[in-house]
């Protein structure tokens, strides 16, 4: 299997060093989640068109981490409760 590269954007690194580090422990596991199967996340429409978002449970909160992805890539775009994300991810 090829090697898939992981790209963060700065949204994403911001809210990521904000979060505990147990928080850190469940989106990492998100993230090598998306890697295995980034088809996991539900397609956006319109504005959000090419972008995914993923929902998970953490630490009993849900959880959203927004991505795109080609054969190669995953790009991480913003991880965060469902409070302003959608305002926020199109910034």
Known sequence: MAEIHIQQTN????AYKKLHDNQKN????AVADIV?????GEAKKGDLSGVYVHKFDCISQRFLLAYEYDSATRILLLV???ENFYRNLKR
């Open 11 to 14: 949204g994403f690194l911001r």
């Open 26 to 29: 469940v989106v990492d596991q």
């Open 80 to 82: 965060g409760t469902h």
């Open 36 to 40: 295995r199967n980034p088809v996991i």
